[in-house]
């Protein structure tokens, strides 16, 4: 290697081989952005480690749990959910889905918005869980499939916390700026008090005013209120949602009783099987 003999030469090929060191890493740090591994799987549990609990309602509270690095994504197809584990109140180990509010673009973190029923047998593990605590997690779960401008509207009928993938599904669309799909969102609660992400809800109706619109229907209304009362009818399907066509679909997602009386309706109203998902 006569040609490391002379410093000059030596100097040269050090600076040659950083300039590969920096162009490797900055590849990789690039493909590792453009393609973020998930950390998501289906068959195992992982637990994420709970940051930060906001008590949200007297029985809704907002989690965040930590990814392991600032830039790790969790992974979540749009319109997918998680199988969370926990315990219920006699020690009885329980699963159930539930749908983050953030998505992939939320890096470092996911947030669950949960609400607690008093004889919930996961709602105990979720009221009983500290900061510090981890949550055991697996998915994705769904048989939802979102691809951007597939349909050219989507009506939606959520009713309590049925609001969580409607929620999701509509911010994948409205901040995506190549997707154009317009969103007719019919949200339905008991009280004023139980509309989850009111304020998220209403951000998006005033920053997208074109292509999201909300109708809140509450069973017991305020004394002030502009929205429907009751419990959501087929006039206010008809009204507020998309008419059917082959390139509008409604999606619903509440309490058993709702998703039934919804079904019902869109049959009624000449929406065909495959205008129609169920979350
Ligand atoms: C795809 C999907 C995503 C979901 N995402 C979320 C989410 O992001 N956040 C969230 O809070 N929930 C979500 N849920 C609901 C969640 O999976 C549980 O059903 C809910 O947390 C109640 O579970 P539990 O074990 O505490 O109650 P359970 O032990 O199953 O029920 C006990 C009692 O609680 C009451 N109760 C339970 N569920 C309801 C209900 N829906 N309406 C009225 N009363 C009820 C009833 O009185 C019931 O008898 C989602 C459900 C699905 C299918």
């Given at each position: 290697m006569d040609f490391l003999h002379t410093p000059e030469n030596q100097i040269i090929v050090g600076v040659a081989v950083a300039l590969v060191a920096v162009g490797v890493a900055a590849f990789y740090l690039y493909?590792?952005?453009?393609?973020?591994?998930?950390l998501l799987n289906p068959e195992n549990f992982r637990e994420?480690?709970?940051v930060k609990r906001d008590q949200l309602s007297h029985n809704v509270a907002k989690f965040?749990?930590?990814?392991?690095?600032?830039?790790?994504?969790?992974?979540?197809?749009?319109?997918?959910?998680?199988?969370?584990?926990?315990?219920?109140?006699?020690g009885e180990e329980v699963i159930k889905p539930?749908?983050?509010?953030?998505l992939d673009s939320d890096v470092g973190y996911f947030e669950l918005v949960i609400k607690m029923y008093p004889q919930g047998r996961m709602s105990h593990h979720f009221r009983e869980l500290r900061v510090g605590d981890y949550l055991a997690v697996r998915g994705p779960k769904g048989r939802f499939k979102y691809q951007p401008g597939e349909v050219r509207a989507y009506g939606m009928l959520a009713g309590g916390s049925g609001i969580t993938p409607m929620f999701q599904v509509a911010r994948a669309i409205l901040e995506n700026p190549k997707d154009r799909t317009n969103v007719h969102l019919i949200?339905?609660?008991v009280t004023y008090e139980d509309i989850l992400l009111k304020e998220e809800l209403d951000g998006l109706a005033t920053n997208y005013p074109n292509r999201f619109m909300i109708y809140y229907v509450l069973n017991q209304p305020p004394e002030v209120w502009d929205g429907g009362v009751g419990f959501?009818?087929?006039?206010?399907?008809?009204?507020?949602?998309p008419a059917p066509a082959q390139d509008v679909k409604i999606l619903r997602c509440g309490p058993p009783p709702m998703n039934k009386a919804m079904a019902a309706h869109l049959d009624?109203?000449?929406y065909a099987p495959e205008m129609q998902f169920q979350f």
């Open positions: 493909s590792s952005k453009k393609h973020p591994k998930g994420f480690k709970l965040k749990f930590a990814l392991p690095t600032p830039t790790s994504v969790l992974g979540l197809p749009i319109g997918q959910h998680i199988s969370c584990r926990g315990k219920d109140s006699q539930y749908t983050p509010t953030t949200y339905a609660n959501v009818s087929k006039e206010m399907i008809e009204t507020h949602c009624a109203l000449g």
